[in-house]
């Protein structure tokens, strides 16, 4: 009797268990029924003629042979991924679905506002879009690559910098109104921050600027600790606590611009910006990437191009 088929779906299936380490956890991520993700794994097992994962009521874990087999099969459903479009030279016919996950400050200013010229030019293609502030386990939860605002912990995984964004100060008028418009460091003395600290357990870092007179080759980055009534976990909410006149805000130049301009924040203190805030992306190390997911890493490289610094 011939061992059951299995199909480049239930390699998928299992990838993705193996990297959850949850039938139903995969099985949410996957939007399938659990007895869908079970059987597919079934398939593969039977058709290997070995164990791929542990199973007990409380976790599952990856056998020798699991481990090995996963290893192969993300290179294998890459090799796939391009096999399919070999010949096609259309970008227009790239498929697929691809997960992302991004700061909602990038987000919502940079990435979703010129999203529609990217699906355009690829209509058959599907991104989920996922914003938080928070480190992400990128392999666990299942993002083919996640774009990432200040120092990065890359660690298994590849790095690509795309650039930096140039920083500024920025309070809201009533604010200043209250407190005074600071013109030099020793002014903050009398001012408060709105403090920003997406990770529990991290120490928010104070008031951060560059220091010009630095040793050469030096990190010129330095802080002043400053009190604060305020402390919040996402862009969103850090924005808007600056509008609501909370305290002064650090923030990418480019988030801030068209308030500036629409006189609902004010920039301070433009001679003590922080330094330059790196923006990198972060994918797993594989020997090849779907063209679909190349393609969408490629398009926000060039969002972050020459322009990401101004």
Request: proline content about 9%; glycine content about 8%.
């Amino acid at each position: 009797m011939t061992s059951p088929a299995f199909s480049p779906d239930d390699l998928r299936v299992f990838l993705r268990v193996a990297a959850l380490a949850s039938f139903s956890e995969a099985a949410r991520q996957l939007d399938l029924p659990r007895a869908t993700v079970s059987s597919a794994v079934q398939r593969l097992e039977a058709h290997l003629g070995t164990r791929l994962l542990h199973r007990t009521t409380r976790r599952v874990q990856l056998t020798p042979d699991g481990q090995a087999f996963a290893e192969r099969g993300q290179d294998v459903l890459a090799d796939l991924d391009e096999l399919r479009t070999l010949f096609q030279h259309d970008p227009a016919q790239l498929t697929g679905r691809l997960r992302v996950d991004m700061p909602l400050g990038v987000a919502r200013g940079q990435v979703l506002p010129r999203l529609p010229e990217f699906l355009a030019r690829h209509p058959a293609l599907k991104i989920d879009v996922c914003s938080t502030d928070r480190r992400v386990d990128l392999v666990r939860e299942g993002f083919d690559c996640v774009l990432r605002v200040g120092p990065v912990v890359a660690e298994g995984l590849v790095a690509r910098p795309l650039g930096a964004l140039a920083m500024a100060n920025i309070a809201s008028p009533a604010y200043l109104a209250r407190h005074g418009v600071p013109t030099g460091l020793a002014d903050l003395e009398r001012h408060r921050l709105v403090h920003y600290q997406p990770n529990p357990g991290v120490r928010p870092a104070g008031f951060e600027f560059v220091d010009p007179e630095g040793p050469p080759g030096d990190d010129r980055t330095r802080s002043i600790a400053m009190p604060g009534a305020v402390t919040v976990n996402n862009s969103e909410g850090y924005m808007a606590a600056c509008e609501a006149g909370l305290g002064i805000v650090q923030i990418p130049r480019a988030r801030a611009r068209e308030r500036i301009a629409a006189g609902t924040v004010v920039e301070i203190l433009p001679d003590h910006r922080p330094a330059p805030m790196p923006v990198t992306l972060l994918y797993a190390h594989r020997r090849h990437q779907p063209r679909r997911v190349r393609s969408f890493m490629d398009w926000l490289a060039g969002l972050f191009g020459p322009d990401a610094a101004s």
